[in-house]
Each structure stands twice: as C-alpha cells, then as structure tokens.
C-alpha cells in the first residue's frame, strides 16, 4: 500500500490543540507516557505469547530502549513488545477509545491551568510526544506478521497523519520524537536519565541507553554537570547499560520503596497527576497468597460515575499482565481504588473469563475489598485528632503518622462519599463496617460529617430511632416542614441529599441496633420524646377535627391515600408523607425523571389542626378549593409540582381576588 493522508478524529485534533498549548508546563511527563506505552506493549506481548510462543521470534528478551541523536534532534523509544499493524497504528493512534471522552471534551473550560489538570486526569498517553516534539514517526512491526508488513505513522500533530507501509525485521515499535527547539535538553543522557528514573524506575522492564564516554576532553572544572570538560564532548561507545531497576514496584521490600516512588507508581498506573491520598502494599499470605499494592486517590477522575469503566486494579500472575477487569477484582462502589495485585497461585495460561469465575481470583476480590475497608477505617480514625484529655485525663497519643492522616478523611469522603454508600446495596457482607464510614450533614452541622456513631452518642434521653429526611438539596431538606417538630424539640435529624442516598437507604434499617426512621415516612411517633400532655393534646384535637377530615379525604380521595392530622408540624399547615413501606416521592421522582417506570402511589396528606388554615377550612364555602390548595402546596414544599398547574393558580388567583 502505498501512502495515505488521513484525519485525526475530531477529539484527538482538539486533545492534540490542547496539549501543544497548555501542557509546556510539565513537559517531561512524556517520557513517562512513552515508556509506560513501551511496557504495555510488552505486557501484551507476554500475555498473547502463552499461548503463541512463536510470537517472540529470535528476541525472548523484552526491553526497551532510548536513544538520541543530537544532529537530527530526535529522541527514539523503542521497545520489542507486541508492535502494531498498519490498521491498528490508524486505530489506536488516530482515535481515542476511551469511554467517555465526548464527556471530558466538554468539560474543558478554555481556561489553561484549568483544563491543563483535567487533561492531566484524563491521560494525554501517546500524545504528549507532542509537547516537546513537532513531528512525530513511529514505525512499528505487530509480533507474528512478516517483515514487509510494517507500518510507518507520521504526523506534525495538527489535523492529520500519514501511513505507508515499511519493510521492518524488528518486531514492536520505535516511537522517533522530533524535538521542538525549546526541547533540546532532552538530547542529554544525564537528563534522560534523570527523568527516567524519576518516573520509570518501577518498570519491571529494563531500560536501555547507550553508554558514553568523553573524547579527547581534558577536565577543566570537576564537579559542575559536565565535569567541565571540552572540546569533543561525550560519544557513544556502542555498549548498552540498563538505567532503571528494573524490578516491578510491588515485588520490592517496602522499607526500600519511598513515598516519592510509590507516589510515582501511582500516577503511572492511574495517569492522576495528583499524588495519591494514601496507599496499603501487603503480602497477603494464606490459601491464595497474593502481593497487594492498593492505591485511594486524592480526587474523583472525571468519569468516576461511569460504572461501567475498566481501570482500578490490574492483576499480574507472577508479573505477567493478565486483566484489568474493575469488576472481577473489586467491586464497583469501590472502583476508585487503583493497583496491582500480583498473585503467584494462579494459573498462567488461563483465559480470563475462566480467571474471572475462579475462586482464587474471588478470594483476591474479598481481601483487596477488606483491605480497602481497613484503610478507610483507618483515616476515618484519625480525621480529627482530639486534643483535649477526655473524661479520664487521657489525652489522645498523636504520632507524626497519625499528624499525618489529619482531615484525609474528610477530603476522601467529599471526593468518594457517594459511590461508597453504593456498597449498602452491593456488598452485604460488609454493610455494618459500610455503615460506620458514612458521613451525613444534620440539623446541626452543614457539612457531610456526622456518623451514625456520633449521632447515636448525641441521641436524646428516650429518643428510640435515629431520625433522617432524603431532599434534593441541603436547603430544601433543611426548610422541610417534617422537621418542625424535631427543630422545636433539638432533635438532631440527618439530612440526605445525595442522590443516591434515598436507594442505598434502602438497604440499611438500623444501626447498631437503633432503627433508621425517615421523617417522611409513615406517622411520627415521638414515642417517649413527647409527654402525656402533649399527647393528649392531640389526641383531643384530633378528635375535634373529626368530621372535617372525613370531608377532606373526600375531596381528595383521587390524589392522597389517606389524611391524617399530625403532631409533626408546627408552622406548616400540612405536609406530605408515605406509608411505613412505600417509595418516598422523592425517590419515584427521580425514577420517572430518569425514564423508569415507579409504582403509582398516592402519599398521604398530613394537616396541622392548629393551623390557622387549617381551621379556616370547617364551614368555608371555598372548602373544595383550599383542600386542593393544601394537597398543592405540601406537595409545592417538597419540591414536587402538582399535576395540574394550571388548576393551582387558578384555585389560589381565585381566592386572592
Ligand atoms: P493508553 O496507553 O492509555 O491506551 P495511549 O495514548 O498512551 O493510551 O496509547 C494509545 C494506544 O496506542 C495504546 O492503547 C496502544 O494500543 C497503542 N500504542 C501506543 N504505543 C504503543 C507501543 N509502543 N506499542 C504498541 N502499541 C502502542
Ligand atoms: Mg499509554
């Protein structure tokens, strides 16, 4: 075939515009991104090579190498992993498959720092070259085709790329940067290997430069970088020397990994620019014995919401590459996690779907999922450290590692909250240790900080339930007429406005033997919270009202279940709730928005007989219109519409002339 033009998708035009002009500040992530490509591709070699061993051909040995020509300007990385057909360098290298790139795309602002972190997030990858690179040719070999089919790809990172076929012995690719003149540095083997072991010194593939030495130079002046020696400079000696460790991260002893380099671990296998929040590296040993190196970031991704979304945790069978498969190795309310698990009991030459059923991979699942628990429990733990000597005289021992977790949790469960009340209805087995990391904002703290164990400790004398309303938004939960009573009494009530709050809530009916009680749900019952005399004051007025209520359900029996009065209000004139076992509104809400079916249920209307309103209603001749006007109106507060609208105004118009 011979050469051909083609577009970049729109999305890699717009990423590359991006990345040209807003990246330059960090320029020499590239490299990282290029020799994690490098590893990839002989991960993947390895992995199809189980089956194949043909696919090695005459170089067993998987490595990668840099190079660097100072006349030419480019710098070269080239690795013999699986390499890439002509159709795949078109696909892989023209397009982005990544799920939820249309997302991203929008949500880039135009402003630079701004979107320069979100493409941070999102991993520019291959592109990067294009920080420090004009033009890009990456000629490449897939493993397994013969020499006349390779490929060479190449482009200057604008709108479009070339493609020609090329004869190439060499299986896997050369990946030939044509540095930008503001990018000559990195025509140095210092710098290169400065960089390189600054982020790839992990790699479990060895890293090859050339060694140098110096030629006819005399030395000037010891110890500044160059050694101060002239005139001819360094050359090249034709022997090649490996310039990282070579060993995979998780396969060393933690005493001699630092923080700086499990931090770099992590934003090579997640492509966050962000340094991680915390981490948990382990052997785990028993009947699966398995090495675990479990990453929390810092902040969301962007697409953190799409369930269906591969990454998180990859799994290596002694080193090897097997799966990424989120799901199979943690489950999905935790799919932030990020890291690797490496398992030496499982078998090699296993497809992955069988791995997937397997119960070694099973039992891996379960103990990353606990691992994950313990480390949450463990920020949780020192969130907040106390400082005052409690009621014995003790004061807490902080260490400077308990200093550190000060506030992490906080930060984790503003960022991750959400997905993990998921795992209330995902993961019965470890819904109690769910419970107790969950965080609410209350009738007494506006921030998502109050567990259920702080709120039981708060709990008034008599108080038998711990009390919670699910709302749209923290104002509208606030402002609900179900809490006027528990405002008037100081009972704490917590206040739930993620969305999925109302489902997971669902899952969870007590806590540690106190029963969750909705405030929208079914007849308040203070239970000892109120006095006899209370009581029996509404008990009389209940009864007083009698006949109005019965006329009431009558002129709203299409639209309330039942009308009842109530002790719960104190300014409102009615409210809505549901009975003990139906959906809440705001839930079959959220359920017809999102175009799913809900069980038709009519809610019943509560009404507050000391209401001025209220009152008014026994023997007005506007009786039919103000019941309605009541329906609407409880219904208005909770942040519903009424079914008819228009029927409202014209009911309330009416009475205002
Ligand atoms: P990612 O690595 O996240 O998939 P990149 O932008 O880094 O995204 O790379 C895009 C794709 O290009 C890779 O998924 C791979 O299919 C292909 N690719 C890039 N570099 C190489 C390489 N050195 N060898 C083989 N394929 C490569
Ligand atoms: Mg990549």
Redo the contacts with the bound molecule.
């Keep these: 075939m011979s050469k051909q033009t083609l577009s970049f998708q729109a999305e890699v035009a717009q990423l590359l515009h991006l990345v040209t002009h807003s990246l330059y500040s960090n320029q020499e992530i590239f490299l990282r991104?290029?020799v994690?490509?490098?590893s990839?591709?002989c991960d993947?070699l390895r992995f199809e090579a189980l089956n194949n061993n043909a696919l090695y051909e005459d170089a067993p040995n998987l490595e990668v190498r840099v190079t660097f020509d100072k006349a030419a300007k480019t710098l070269t990385?080239t690795?013999n992993?699986?390499?890439?057909s002509e159709q795949?360098a078109i696909d892989?290298?023209g397009t982005?498959?990544?799920s939820g790139t249309k997302d991203f795309m929008g949500k880039l602002s135009g402003d630079q720092k701004q979107d320069a972190q979100l493409i941070g997030q999102f991993?520019?990858?291959?592109?990067s070259g294009f920080i420090v690179a004009d033009k890009i040719t990456?000629e490449?070999r897939r493993a397994g085709l013969k020499p006349e089919e390779g490929v060479r790809w190449t482009s200057g990172g604008s709108g479009d790329f070339e493609v020609e076929t090329i004869t190439r012995p060499a299986r896997?690719?050369s990946?030939i940067l044509h540095l930008r003149d503001d990018a000559e540095e990195y025509l140095n083997a210092w710098k290169l290997k400065q960089v390189i072991a600054k982020y790839s010194d992990h790699i479990s593939l060895p890293i090859l430069m050339e060694k140098e030495e110096w030629k006819d130079g005399e030395l000037i002046t010891p110890g500044d970088e160059n050694g101060g020696r002239q005139p001819g400079g360094m050359v090249k000696t034709g022997e090649w020397e490996t310039i990282n460790k070579a060993s995979a991260l998780w396969t060393r002893p933690k005493k001699d990994i630092t923080d700086e380099q499990y931090a770099e671990f992590y934003k090579t296998i997640s492509?966050d620019h962000e340094a991680p929040l915390t981490w948990a590296h382990n052997r785990v040993e028993g009947n699966t014995e398995y090495t675990q190196l479990l990453y929390i970031p810092a902040k969301a991704p962007f697409d953190l919401w799409n369930r269906d979304k591969k990454a998180g945790v990859k799994l290596y069978v002694k080193r090897v590459f097997i799966m990424d498969d989120a799901e199979a190795l943690m489950p999905s309310y935790l799919r932030f996690v990020k890291g690797v698990i490496d398992s030496a009991d499982l078998p090699l030459n296993v497809s992955r779907e069988l791995l997937q059923e397997s119960r070694d991979v099973r039992a891996i699942r379960e103990g990353s999922t606990k691992r994950v628990l313990s480390m949450l429990e463990d920020l949780a733990k020192h969130d907040k450290h106390d400082t005052t000597a409690n009621a014995d005289g003790v004061t807490d021992v902080v260490d400077a590692d308990d200093k550190a977790k000060e506030g992490k949790y906080t930060a984790f469960y503003a960022e991750f909250g959400a997905v993990l009340k998921e795992g209330l209805g995902e993961d019965f087995g470890n819904r109690e240790r769910l419970a107790k990391l969950l965080r609410f904002a209350s009738t007494t703290s506006d921030t998502a900080s109050v567990g259920f164990a702080d709120y039981k400790a708060r709990m008034k004398e008599g108080q038998e339930a711990i009390y919670y309303i699910t709302a749209d938004t923290l104002a509208a939960a606030k402002n609900s007429p179900q809490l006027e009573v528990f405002k008037k009494k100081g009972i704490e009530v917590l206040l739930m406005t993620d969305r999925v709050d109302e489902w997971a809530l669902n899952y969870l009916h007590e806590f540690d033997g106190t029963p969750l009680q909705s405030v929208a749900k079914g007849a308040v019952d203070l239970g000892k919270l109120q006095d006899e005399a209370e009581k029996k004051a509404a008990e009389e007025a209940a009864e007083a009202f009698k006949p109005v209520l019965a006329k009431l359900k009558e002129a709203l029996k299409d639209k309330a279940e039942d009308v009842r009065v109530t002790t719960r209000l104190v300014d409102s004139p009615a409210c809505l709730v549901v009975q003990d076992d139906g959906m809440s509104t705001q839930l079959a809400r959220m359920l017809k928005q999102a175009g799913q079916q809900a069980p038709e249920t009519k809610p019943v209307l509560e009404v507050n007989a000391e209401h001025a309103l209220v009152k008014k209603l026994d023997g007005s001749v506007h009786f039919h219109d103000l019941a309605h006007i009541l329906f609407d109106q409880a219904l208005l507060a909770e942040g519903g519409l009424p079914e008819d609208p228009a029927a409202y105004v014209r009911r309330v118009n009416a009475l205002l002339v």
């Design positions: 991104e290029l994690s490509n490098a990839d591709a993947k990385i690795d992993g699986i390499g890439m795949e892989h290298l982005i498959a990544k991993g520019v990858g291959f592109y990456v490449s896997g690719t990946v492509h």
